[in-house]
């Protein structure tokens, strides 16, 4: 049961809290002219911070310790460069870089001035890059001479000025170099103070249809990025802190830049790939305290087995987190058992900005549910007319608006806009879940995902969730495939663990597996062996990609598609 003492705190905040009251920790309440890279970087010098470590980068081949006071510095040398480069307030600049020391210099050089910063995957093929600095008429990019090769320049007009992190100045190109640039700029800088609803990011994020969407956010929601900080992500200013996500993700952005600086906190960057193994230094050497990640990573770790654990000193991890899809019960046990911590789940979506629902960390788990959410914003399981629905009921996840982190518009394309609120009053985030008697919410599904099989609904989430309980299974993905008789049958698609090798015997035992282990009609009927399974950047299993196999229809916009 949940009653008792430690939900008390959140009942409290819940009842009291008042997001005004967030706003006066922030230098804007008396001015009300507001830069996030002020409250995220230069504050902490002025408050007498400058010596600490903002940024602790690493990667294979390089390593860098970063203070507030040198990334102020470096910031206001690039915020400098992209004025003498003519660039605007409110213009458009895109970041196409590595997880660099030079990506978060120009980072918070973008914001300082006033311009809306766009970051990229750096895995990013031509044709996406395309789409959304087309999209979003971006006028200045930073990259390096290699990605450059993925930028079509010729087919983008209103791109004039790229910085190149490695690279040379060619007038006639509108090349500049970085490295010259910034060399060549004074480290002061006057901050450019802007409205609380003044653009601060775009993030491009896939649909179930058409081209990518530009989803903006404005400087405002830095008071969700802070408080949700504390809140969720249970951040003190001596924590030493991994984000995991790439900042192309809204994840690596909210919570890989803005809540942890917000909070003062040092940064841990890690470059290059993942492996077991270079993770679990990253946590020992860094001794970080607080780290977010996501369930396809947590999935991978488990996978890769209980001894690379144990070679290692984990002892500072003291609050783990996860977003992005769900996380199965099977991995928190997991995580239990080796990390001796409990892994908390998140929910939010690009859209959102912010964590919307969450386990906090004074909390009781539910494994298997996204937990409750956050004092100051109500979401709720509505029905099409926007009618709360009782306990155990599925329906729409949505959210009653506004809130701080929420998007303010998608870029040049008002109507994607409305499709979210057509419901009035809410925001309607295109996920199906449910509410317990106590509050919190689990996940069934995205609407188009959600299988109904002989009339019974089945949520592959929970499908999934019994399929990587099996020893053999590392990752499986599950789609309603069309059937005559029982309008859809479970499908699953399995990625085997290591040391397991495909066989009728393998499938028949999966599937009886699900049969004991979840219910007879959420045993897969049929199940397909894949070396690999199609996900997005961030970890995210693309069921969509899985029902365009089945069917032999095209898959739809893949920019997001990992290679
Ligand atoms: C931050 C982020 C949003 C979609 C969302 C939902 C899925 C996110 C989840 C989760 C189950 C969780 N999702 N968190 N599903 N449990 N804890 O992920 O943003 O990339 O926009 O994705 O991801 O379907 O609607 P984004």
């Known amino acids: 049961m949940t009653?008792?003492?430690?939900?008390?705190?959140?009942?409290?905040?819940?009842?009291?809290?008042?997001?005004?009251?967030?706003?006066?920790?922030?230098?804007?309440?008396?001015?009300?002219?507001?830069?996030?890279?002020?409250?995220?970087?230069?504050?902490?010098?002025?408050?007498?911070?400058?010596?600490?470590?903002?940024?602790?980068?690493?990667?294979?081949?390089?390593?860098?310790?970063?203070?507030?006071?040198?990334?102020?510095?470096?910031?206001?040398?690039?915020?400098?460069?992209?004025?003498?480069?003519?660039?605007?307030?409110?213009?458009?600049?895109?970041i196409f870089l590595p997880r660099t020391p030079e990506f978060y210099a120009s980072f918070f050089g973008v914001l300082k001035i006033g311009a809306v910063v766009g970051p990229l995957f750096e895995a990013f093929m031509t044709a996406a890059v395309q789409d959304r600095l087309?999209?979003?008429?971006?006028?200045?990019?930073?990259t390096t001479p290699q990605l450059l090769k993925r930028v079509p320049v010729d087919q983008l007009p209103h791109l004039k000025k790229i910085i190149l992190v490695g690279g040379e100045d060619n007038q006639q190109l509108g090349h500049y170099s970085f490295e010259?640039?910034?060399?060549?700029?004074?480290?002061?800088?006057?901050?450019?103070?802007?409205?609380?609803?003044?653009?601060?990011?775009?993030?491009?994020?896939?649909?179930?249809?058409?081209?990518?969407?530009?989803?903006?956010?404005?400087?405002?929601?830095?008071?969700?990025?802070?408080?949700?900080?504390?809140?969720?992500?249970?951040l003190n200013s001596d924590d030493i802190y991994w984000c995991t996500a790439d900042p192309g993700w809204v994840t690596g952005t909210s919570y890989g830049i803005f809540a942890p600086w917000l909070n003062g906190v040092t940064n841990v960057i890690r470059g290059g790939r993942f492996?077991?193994?270079?993770?679990?230094?990253?946590?020992?050497?860094?001794?970080?305290?607080?780290?977010?990640?996501?369930?396809?990573?947590?999935?991978?770790?488990?996978?890769?087995?209980?001894?690379?654990v144990e070679k290692y000193d984990l002892s500072n991890v003291r609050h783990i987190m996860s977003v992005g899809e769900p996380l199965n019960p099977e991995v928190i046990r997991w995580g239990l058992q080796v990390?001796?911590?409990?892994?908390?789940?998140?929910?939010?979506?690009?859209?959102?900005?912010?964590?919307?629902?969450?386990?906090?960390?004074?909390?009781?788990?539910?494994?298997?549910?996204?937990?409750?959410?956050?004092?100051?914003?109500?979401?709720?399981?509505?029905?099409?007319?926007?009618?709360?629905?009782?306990?155990?009921?599925?329906?729409h996840l949505a959210v009653k608006t506004p809130w701080p982190s929420l998007m303010r518009s998608i870029w040049n394309n008002p109507e994607k806009y409305k499709e979210y609120f057509q419901?009035?009053?809410?925001?309607?985030?295109?996920?199906?879940?449910?509410?317990?008697?106590?509050?919190?919410?689990w996940f069934?599904?995205?609407?188009?995902?959600?299988i109904n099989t002989s009339g019974e609904r089945?949520?592959?989430?929970?499908?999934?969730?019994?399929?990587?309980?099996?020893?053999?299974?590392?990752?499986?993905?599950?789609?309603?495939k069309p059937d005559e008789l029982r309008g859809q049958i479970i499908k699953a698609f399995i990625a085997l663990r290591d040391g397991y090798a495909p066989s009728e015997e393998l499938k028949k035992e999966i599937a009886a597996f699900v049969k004991s282990g979840l219910a007879a009609h959420a045993s897969p009927r049929e199940i397909e062996f894949k070396d690999k399974l199609p996900k997005t950047r961030s970890g995210k299993i693309m069921r969509r990609v899985l029902k365009a196999w089945e069917l032999g229809l095209p898959a739809g916009d893949l920019s997001t598609l990992e290679d």
């Open 275 to 308: 492996s077991p193994d270079d993770w679990y230094q990253t946590l020992e050497t860094n001794k970080v305290t607080v780290w977010y990640s996501a369930p396809t990573a947590f999935r991978m770790l488990m996978g890769a087995g209980d001894e690379v």
């Open 423 to 441: 419901i009035p009053g809410w925001y309607v985030s295109g996920d199906t879940a449910y509410q317990d008697e106590d509050g919190y919410f």
């Open 180 to 234: 010259k640039g910034v060399f060549q700029e004074s480290s002061d800088f006057s901050m450019e103070w802007v409205d609380l609803e003044h653009p601060m990011i775009i993030h491009y994020t896939s649909g179930s249809t058409g081209k990518p969407k530009g989803v903006l956010h404005v400087h405002h929601a830095m008071i969700q990025h802070y408080q949700t900080g504390k809140w969720v992500l249970d």
């Open 458 to 480: 089945v949520g592959p989430f929970e499908v999934e969730s019994k399929l990587v309980e099996h020893p053999a299974v590392a990752e499986a993905g599950v789609i309603g």
């Open 3 to 94: 009653t008792g003492n430690n939900l008390s705190d959140y009942e409290k905040e819940k009842d009291t809290f008042q997001w005004s009251d967030v706003e006066k920790v922030f230098s804007w309440h008396q001015t009300g002219k507001v830069n996030v890279a002020y409250e995220c970087v230069d504050r902490h010098v002025e408050e007498g911070r400058g010596d600490k470590i903002a940024l602790s980068y690493s990667d294979p081949v390089r390593s860098e310790n970063i203070t507030y006071e040198q990334l102020k510095q470096h910031s206001n040398r690039f915020a400098n460069l992209l004025k003498r480069l003519h660039i605007e307030k409110g213009d458009r600049v895109f």
């Open 444 to 450: 069934q599904g995205r609407e188009d995902d959600v």
């Open 339 to 395: 990390y001796k911590k409990r892994i908390h789940d998140t929910w939010w979506m690009t859209e959102t900005g912010g964590i919307v629902i969450a386990n906090y960390p004074q909390m009781e788990i539910r494994p298997g549910s996204m937990g409750r959410p956050i004092p100051g914003v109500h979401a709720a399981i509505i029905d099409d007319n926007g009618l709360e629905l009782p306990p155990n009921t599925m329906g």
């Open 134 to 142: 087309d999209n979003s008429e971006a006028v200045a990019l930073v």
